[in-house]
T-cell receptor
Framework: GAGVSQSPSNKVTEKGKDVELRCDPISGHTALYWYRQSLGQGLEFLIYFQGNSAPDKSGLPSDRFSAERTGGSVSTLTIQRTQQEDSAVYLC???????????????FGAGSRLTVL | AQKVTQAQTEISVVEKEDVTLDCVYETRDTTYYLFWYKQPPSGELVFLIRRNSFDEQNEISGRYSWNFQKSTSSFNFTITASQVVDSAVYFCALSGVRGGSYIPTFGRGTSLIVHP
């Protein structure tokens, strides 16, 4: 696609429910990143994919969080048993050519705003 | 570990004023990259500039300029003659080339409000 697409754009859920957030990166971008943006907290790194593998999962805040990427394209971030502190905007970004290069410029999606009641 | 500090949480100026957004970083890498991104009220972060650690030349792009100083570990961003459309949250980011440092680390952002 022309840009990074994220869905849903807004999600309101009840505490304890599971949610899935989807990211469709730019076609051909092999690197995909998930960040979380909370009010006043900047961007918190969650997980990075190179192709379908996730060499760095160090940012996932707990075992309730998981992510996968299939076909080197779409990624899904799953939060199980949501808590109120999970409320945030979840941002996905992709980059090319990928690889382990700090020079990569990230293209971001518009984000998925999650509200846990 | 990498760290990016944007000490200014919010800056408010009147149109046509010049404004400088500060960014201070910490890294143990000798090769690294610095970035600025803009997040307008619509939400999507947009890339503005990338510099590598070996290029300390200042850069100017229209009303935007960037001052990179390795001696003070700073990469400041100046907007000259600010406009209302410059209102946004600006993020500074840092990434290295070894281990997990290639994952960009972002500062907390500076919210710039330009009043007409």
């Amino acid at each position: 696609g022309a840009g990074v697409s994220q869905s849903p754009s807004n999600k309101v859920t009840e505490k304890g429910k599971d949610v899935e957030l989807r990211c469709d990166p730019i076609s051909g971008h092999t690197a995909l990143y998930w960040y979380r943006q909370s009010l006043g907290q900047g961007l918190e790194f969650l997980i990075y994919f190179q192709g379908n593998s996730a060499p760095d999962k160090s940012g996932l805040p707990s075992d309730r969080f998981s992510a996968e990427r299939t076909g080197g394209s779409v990624s899904t971030l799953t939060i199980q048993r949501t808590q109120q502190e999970d409320s945030a905007v979840y941002l996905c970004a992709s980059s090319s050519p990928g690889g382990f290069s700090g020079a990569n410029v990230l293209t971001f999606g518009a984000g998925s705003r999650l509200t846990v009641l | 570990a990498q760290k990016v500090t944007q000490a200014q949480t919010e800056i408010s100026v009147v149109e046509k004023e010049d404004v400088t957004l500060d960014c201070v970083y910490e890294t143990r890498d000798t090769t690294y990259y610095l970035f600025w991104y803009k997040q307008p009220p619509s939400g999507e972060l947009v890339f503005l500039i990338r510099r590598n650690s070996f290029d300390e030349q200042n850069e100017i792009s229209g009303r935007y300029s960037w001052n990179f100083q390795k001696s003070t570990s700073s990469f400041n961003f100046t907007i000259t003659a600010s406009q209302v459309v410059d209102s946004a949250v600006y993020f500074c980011a840092l990434s290295g080339v070894r281990g997990g440092s290639y994952i960009p680390t972002f500062g907390r952002g500076t919210s710039l409000i330009v009043h007409p």
